[in-house]
């Protein structure tokens, strides 16, 4: 069974809509009534998906079989409203939730003096809650990912929601011309924003020790960090309660010290594994690797 993940998020075009239309004509708490139903369709329709939660609440977290039933459903949830919540701030509507900035201040300096900054995320929360606060600051954001979406997807987002309010670097099999616009958006002193937890490549990985398991981690992010001579954010946007959400940011040197002659890529790895291992502690249902992350049993 192949345990890496494939490059797609699940979901339609149809999907997608329904929820839009639901958010325009009923409203935002609507869309959060019928994700219930949703929820209780993925369950047994996403066996692959529901697995992966279901061993991670039990040999990750520790939960009970009880409280990991239970999980398994708050992670759904959480993950759709993930989704209704980027819809709905897309839909030009970011005035529904609250907002507080945890460490602002460490992207508002690169940003403040137009240099180029890597931000490093992760597939927790919904970091495109944090879109429309990049703009009025004076950065213009590029957002570097796989594009194995379905293109139908893209279209009905674009359409429903309005301007997108970053630009999308794809990255493609064998194809390496993305790193020139990485670099030219860097040069421009723009923000280049790239996940650190997901790979497609299984020999260009790098390890540690993770929520206590040892973890396979992608390269590429932190060979990028390590040779761009600009600064390093790492960025999480969590939810909490009442519609609330937190924007987090690091760098590597708020989060471990710099010991001299240390080789910069592992550095900057392993200040972010330490980062995301925190963030995921407080928020573990909005982890969203919804596939065997850990190895714990698709190579068995």
């Not at 991670?56 to 759904?76: E, F, Q, T, W």
């Not at 993950?79 to 005035?95: A, E, N, P, R, W």
């Not at 992760?122 to 990912?145: I, R």
Request: proline letters at 4%; hydrophobic letters at 40%.
């Amino acid at each position: 069974m192949a345990r890496q993940w494939e490059g797609r998020t699940r979901g339609g075009a149809f999907g997608y809509l329904f929820f839009i239309r639901l958010v325009k004509i009923f409203g935002l708490w609507a869309a959060y009534a019928f994700l219930c139903l949703v929820v209780l369709y993925f369950i047994p329709f996403a066996p692959k998906r529901t697995k992966s939660v279901w061993v991670y609440s039990r040999k990750i977290l520790g939960l009970s079989i009880v409280r990991s039933s239970l999980a398994v459903v708050s992670s759904y949830y959480a993950f759709g409203q993930s989704i209704i919540d980027k819809v709905v701030t897309g839909m030009g509507l970011s005035d529904r939730f609250t907002y507080s900035f945890d460490r602002h201040d460490l992207i508002l300096e690169p940003v403040g003096k137009k240099q180029g900054c890597v931000v490093i995320g992760a597939h927790v929360g919904s970091w495109q809650m944090g879109a429309p606060f990049f703009g009025p600051n004076g950065a213009k954001v590029n957002v570097v990912m796989y594009d194995n979406e379905y293109q139908q997807v893209k279209d009905v987002i674009s359409e429903n929601t309005g301007h997108q309010q970053y630009n999308v670097i794809p990255v493609k099999e064998d194809d390496v011309s993305f790193l020139i616009s990485i670099t030219a958006a860097l040069r421009r002193g723009e923000l280049v924003c790239i996940q650190g937890d997901r790979y497609m490549h299984e020999n260009r990985v790098m390890t540690a020790t993770f929520m206590g398991r040892e973890a396979e981690f992608p390269e590429g992010p932190f060979v990028l960090a390590s040779k761009m001579k600009c600064p390093v954010v790492f960025y999480f946007a969590m939810r909490g309660k009442g519609r609330h959400y937190r924007f987090v940011f690091r760098t590597p040197e708020s989060v471990l010290p710099y010991i001299d002659g240390q080789d910069r890529k592992d550095y900057i790895f392993k200040a972010y594994v330490k980062t995301l291992e925190d963030i995921v502690r407080e928020y573990p249902m909005q982890w969203f690797n919804y596939y065997d992350f850990w190895k714990l049993y698709s190579d068995k």
